[in-house]
């Protein structure tokens, strides 16, 4: 069974940056296509980034190209979301999921992580 285990999250001022990691196990990172989904309260689960396995493919939310960049390191079974110039619309909780569909879409996912919050101030 994947476990994955995100963290990185916090609380930032407009402008700001942090920097998610998700911790996985099963060498899932080499295994599945990767992804960072956010939910803010009332709004559906949305896709922020996704990177494949084997060749590295990447695939941006438009709301996160030119600010977020999503990667992984094979040898630490962790992906990562480094996120510059933070805005208050992406304070969500922020999960990381594996599955084996190249797609964007929540349903599409096989495994979860329990999120990490990121709130944005103005």
């Known amino acids: 069974q994947v476990q994955l285990v995100e963290s990185g999250g916090g609380s930032v001022q407009a402008g700001g940056s942090l920097r998610l990691s998700c911790a996985a196990s099963e060498n899932a990172v080499n295994t599945y296509h990767m992804a960072w989904f956010r939910q803010a309260p009332g709004k559906e689960r949305e896709g922020v980034a996704m990177i494949s396995t084997g060749i590295t493919a990447t695939l941006y939310a438009d709301s996160a190209k030119g600010r977020f960049t999503i990667s992984r390191d094979n040898t630490k079974d962790t992906l990562y979301l480094q996120m510059n110039s933070l805005k208050p619309e992406d304070t969500a909780m922020y999960y990381c999921?594996?599955?084996?569909?190249?797609?964007?879409?929540?349903?599409?996912?096989?495994?979860w992580g329990q999120g990490t919050q990121v709130t944005v101030s103005s």
């Open positions: 999921a594996a599955g084996y569909r190249w797609s964007m879409r929540a349903a599409d996912f096989d495994y």
